[in-house]
């Protein structure tokens, strides 16, 4: 089945530590996105990608980074500058083929919580 | 710049009532308009769309239309089950142009009591 994973589902993190969420997607999309999710606030977008090895920040891209080597792989960077990190990440991706309606796909999510 | 308004929630209704959730829009040219569910613990799914004026996206008894005069893509299901109490956020995506970055409203909860 073509889809999207995130892993872990839950993570945790610790004073001054950097974490990383996995987002892998096997639908042949070129472009990819990470949201942060806090209750009563929709989505904020952190980053998006919209080819391997290019990306740009979204609204809240500060104490955050990512990578985009693969174009299945789009992780995301919790670092220590982040200093509100508990949220809810969602990883989406769609292509941006004109001729395709611009659905997202998005991940299951990963709950970050801070020890 | 792009944005979408939505109804506030929760909004608290009793099984087989009749649903409408409001969603307005601002917007340049004409964007495709979304309406996607989250299940509590889960991410997003796309429910239904409509890619431009007067179309009628549907799926799983849910139903909105495209209105571009008011501006509006409001959701609707006749009859509402328990299974149905979720978030449901609206949004749009412009077809054309260089940014494929849509625009959500904040979503609004629905939950149903048996």
């Known amino acids: 089945d073509g889809g999207i994973t995130q892993s872990p589902k839950y993570l945790f993190r610790k004073e001054g530590q950097n974490v990383t969420l996995s987002c892998e997607q096997n639908l042949n999309h070129d472009a990819m996105y990470w949201y942060r999710q806090d209750p009563g606030q929709g989505l904020r977008l952190i980053y998006y990608s919209q080819i391997v090895n290019d990306f740009q920040k979204g609204d809240i891209a500060e104490g955050y980074s990512v990578s985009r080597e693969k174009k299945e792989s789009f992780p995301l960077t919790v670092t220590s500058a982040q200093k509100n990190p508990t949220a809810f990440y969602l990883c989406?991706?769609?292509?941006?083929?004109?001729?395709?309606?611009?659905?997202?796909?998005f991940g299951p999510g990963t709950r970050l919580l801070v020890l | 710049g792009d944005s979408v308004t939505q109804m506030e929630g929760p909004v608290t209704l009793s099984e087989e009532a009749f649903l409408t959730i409001n969603c307005t829009y601002t917007?340049?040219?004409?964007?495709?308009l979304f309406w996607y569910v989250q299940y509590p613990g889960e991410g997003l799914q796309l429910l239904l769309k409509?890619?431009?004026?007067?179309d009628k996206g549907s799926n799983k008894g849910f139903e909105a239309t495209y209105r571009k005069e008011t501006t509006s893509f409001h959701l609707e299901k006749g009859s509402v089950q328990v299974s149905d109490s979720a978030v449901y956020f609206c949004a749009l995506r412009h077809a054309s142009g260089g940014s494929y970055i849509p625009t959500f409203g904040r979503g609004t909860s629905l939950i149903v009591h048996p």
């Open positions: 409509a890619t431009k004026a007067d």
């Open positions: 989406a991706s769609s292509s941006t083929d004109r001729t395709i309606q611009e659905t997202q796909y």
């Open positions: 917007a340049t040219g004409y964007p495709s």
